[in-house]
T-cell receptor
Framework: DGGITQSPKYLFRKEGQNVTLSCEQN?????MYWYRQDPGQGLRLIYY???????QKGDIAEGYSVSREKKESFPLTVTSAQKNPTAFYLC????????????FGPGTRLTVT | AQSVAQPEDQVNVAEGNPLTVKCTYS??????LFWYVQYPNRGLQFLLK??????LVKGSYGFEAEFNKSQTSFHLKKPSALVSDSALYFC?????????????FGQGTILTVHP
């Protein structure tokens, strides 16, 4: 899982509550990403950030928000507007553009009831 | 648009036999291709990538992959499977002409290696 940490590993929330997932990296990577993983659907991109104070929506950004105030940190907030928030969330980072691989954190499993 | 297909949800192989996990892709430009492995309740681990050059790419843990431009494929292979190779494998693609770092992942293939 390299130098990317995600906390907590398991998170339980009641429906209607916002929740923030932490992602920190010490790899000095410029770019950071948030993915959602559901069984049989692979990984889907929620948000990504190329540099500090800049981020772009991915394929499934509705109901999520992010911030990138520091190079090392890219927290994801799952809002009450996300209709089906229960999933495994993965944070990743990469150095530079072009063909650089992404390195993933260990993931946070969010369960909303 | 870019897309990836992994046509097999599951692959079963006996230990010691060769294994292949299939991947085909679609991009409008030149592809950057990646393979990742995921163990239960863990993040993804990078195995190998194709950017340019030799069509046969060697990666971690004895895995290799062959890029075939005419067939738009990037199959993952290993000459002799181990039980410990059992995991979920993802192929990913990025069009070299697309915006920064956006990978598209396949739906994953569960590899089971039987003793």
């Amino acid at each position: 899982d390299g130098g990317i940490t995600q906390s907590p590993k398991y998170l339980f929330r009641k429906e209607g509550q916002n929740v923030t997932l932490s992602c920190e990296q010490n790899l000095n990577h410029d770019a950071m990403y948030w993915y959602r993983q559901d069984p049989g659907q692979g990984l889907r991109l929620i948000y990504y950030s190329q540099i500090v104070n800049d981020f772009q929506k991915g394929d499934i950004a509705e109901g999520y928000s992010v911030s990138r105030e520091k190079k090392e940190s890219f927290p994801l907030t799952v809002t009450s507007a996300q209709k089906n928030p229960t999933a495994f969330y993965l944070c990743a980072s990469s150095m530079g553009p072009a063909g650089r691989e992404q390195y993933f954190g260990p993931g946070t499993r969010l369960t909303v009831t | 648009a870019q897309s990836v297909a992994q046509p097999e949800d599951q692959v079963n192989v006996a230990e010691g036999n060769p294994l292949t996990v299939k991947c085909t892709y679609s991009v409008s430009g030149n592809p950057y291709l990646f393979w990742y492995v995921q163990y239960p309740n863990r993040g993804l681990q990078f195995l190998l990538k194709y950017i340019t050059g030799d069509n046969l790419v060697k990666g971690s843990y004895g895995f290799e992959a062959e890029f075939n431009k005419s067939q738009t494929s990037f199959h993952l292979k290993k000459p002799s499977a181990l039980v410990s190779d059992s995991a979920l494998y993802f192929c990913a693609v990025r069009d070299s002409g697309t915006s920064y770092g956006k990978l598209t992942f396949g739906q994953g293939t569960i590899l089971t290696v039987h003793p």
